[in-house]
């Protein structure tokens, strides 16, 4: 991470030291659709635009870590992330605030696709050792710090393995805070699930750096039909919990698949079980952010697997 770019005490210290002391807002116009954080597209002096999201000053944890994932996933130089401008507190607002490089939306078209289908596939196949623990190469998965799935906090220790990871870092901690919606006989089912985790699920041939919540709203097509990804939940772990987000809440167009499996070949027969495990982390998440309304497929997963 750049440590240069903590610590604004204000938006427009962070404007300038992105663009220079001539650099000024002009107007700053709310974007709808965060579920989170307030957004904006703020226009300077000269016409360029900025994307600002700001939240409450005591959230800047949140920014924090979005800025180290997006700066993660840059760093790849696999596939495309906007690039951090800077975050702080700003003491007039009385917000905390990220500020990034704004990306010009454009229609999701066949090329975007397959380059997007591409790029991921890249990524997950990129050298990541040094996103977990650089002092210990058999630690292969988590991160270098925790951060959020949504508003949800997100467990990173760093392990030797995937299964184990997933086991205590992603499904413990979300079934532990369900618990108040699972009755005993699915908790114990709950638990007999994790003890046997390693019967459904597979220690990956190799890490991969994830993007960590890949539902189509944080996929961008940008100019010229680019690939972007944006608010990462970024972590090491097996590249099938990514493809398996981009599913669960209905599946990308075809040429996509297609285009990822060109290089990075998805395991046709054993994979769609597995998703229906990488897919109970997130819907647990979700339960437990948004209530009972997602009960109903955590519990048919639990018992699934553990009947």
Same mark, same amino acid.
């Given at each position: ?8 005490h ?10 220079g002391?001539?650099a ?15 957004a904006?597209?703020?226009t ?21 870590t979005?800025a ?13 992330v906007?690039e ?12 905390s ?5 704004y990306?010009?939306?454009a ?9 997007f289908g ?7 196949r990129a ?9 210990d ?28 990871f ?12 369900a618990?108040? $919606? ?19 699920l597979?220690?990956?041939e190799?890490?991969?750096?994830l993007?960590?919540?890949l539902?189509s ?5 940008g100019p ?15 590249f ?5 987000m ?11 698949y297609?285009a990822y499996?060109?290089i ?6 054993? $994979? ?5 495990? $990488? ?7 979700h ?11 955590v519990?048919?997963i ?6």
């Amino acid at each position: 991470m750049d440590h240069s770019k903590i610590g604004f005490h204000s938006l427009e210290e962070a404007v300038q030291a992105a663009f220079g002391e001539s650099a000024v807002i002009l107007r700053s116009d709310s974007i709808p659709g965060g579920d989170i954080n307030d957004a904006y597209r703020v226009t300077l002096s000269d016409g360029k635009k900025i994307f600002v999201k700001m939240n409450l000053t005591g959230n800047l944890n949140f920014f924090l870590t979005e800025a180290g994932g997006l700066e993660a996933l840059g760093s790849s130089g696999k596939i495309k992330v906007p690039e951090v401008l800077g975050y702080g507190i700003d003491e007039r607002r009385g917000r905390s605030f990220l500020a990034m490089e704004y990306i010009e939306s454009a229609p999701r078209t066949e090329a975007y696709w397959e380059r997007f289908g591409h790029q991921l596939a890249e990524l997950h196949r990129a050298e990541c050792g040094l996103f977990v623990n650089p002092e210990d190469e058999k630690q292969k998965y988590g991160f270098s710090e925790d951060n959020y799935i949504g508003a949800g906090p997100q467990k990173n220790d760093p392990s030797e393995s995937w299964i184990e990871f997933y086991r205590e870092c992603r499904l413990l901690p979300q079934i532990r805070r369900a618990e108040r $919606y699972l009755d005993p006989s699915v908790r114990r089912k709950a638990e007999r699930l994790l003890d046997h985790l390693d019967s459904y699920l597979r220690e990956p041939e190799f890490p991969s750096l994830l993007h960590g919540d890949l539902w189509s709203g944080n996929m961008m097509c940008g100019p010229g039909s680019s690939a972007w990804i944006i608010d990462p939940a970024a972590y090491v772990g097996d590249f099938e919990a990514d493809l398996a987000m981009t599913q669960l809440f209905g599946s990308l167009p075809g040429r996509f698949y297609a285009a990822y499996s060109e290089i990075n070949p998805i395991d046709r027969e054993g $994979y769609p079980e597995r998703r229906k495990l $990488y897919d109970l982390y997130h819907l647990l998440n979700h339960l437990n952010l948004f209530g009972a309304g997602y009960l109903g497929s955590v519990v048919e997963i639990i018992k699934r697997f553990a009947d």
